[in-house]
Nanobody, 119 residues
């Protein structure tokens, strides 16, 4: 059974940093592009970042470029999202995703972890 479990969310002040982790089970992430999405209250889910198999190719939404870094540790079957210089507009529930991942879809989703950035 495919499972994605996010952790690392929390409350942080503007300009602060958080590192999200996504532990996968039931499949090997090494064969898949993995990514992160987010959804703020009253807004649609938004693509944040993805990383290709092998980690050579990454993709970011413009609003996080230069501040967020996605990475993967295939040996640990885990994906990470390092978030620096956080802004109040980054406040959202962040979801790990994988399985045929594109900017507008994914087959597998975690339950999400809340990130709140105070102004």
């Amino acid at each position: 059974q495919v499972r994605l479990v996010e952790s690392g969310g929390g409350l942080v002040e503007t300009g602060g940093s958080l590192r999200l982790s996504c532990a996968a089970s039931g499949f090997t992430i090494g064969g898949h592009r993995m990514g992160w999405f987010r959804q703020a209250p009253g807004k649609e889910r938004e693509f944040v970042a993805s990383i290709a198999r092998g980690g050579d190719d990454t993709d970011y939404v413009d609003s996080v470029k230069g501040r967020f870094t996605i990475s993967r540790d295939d040996a640990k079957n885990t994906v990470y999202l390092q978030m620096n210089s956080l802004k109040p507009e980054d406040t959202a529930k962040y979801y790990c995703a994988g399985g045929g991942l594109r900017r507008d879809r994914a087959a597998w989703w975690g339950q999400g972890t809340q990130v709140t950035v105070s102004s």
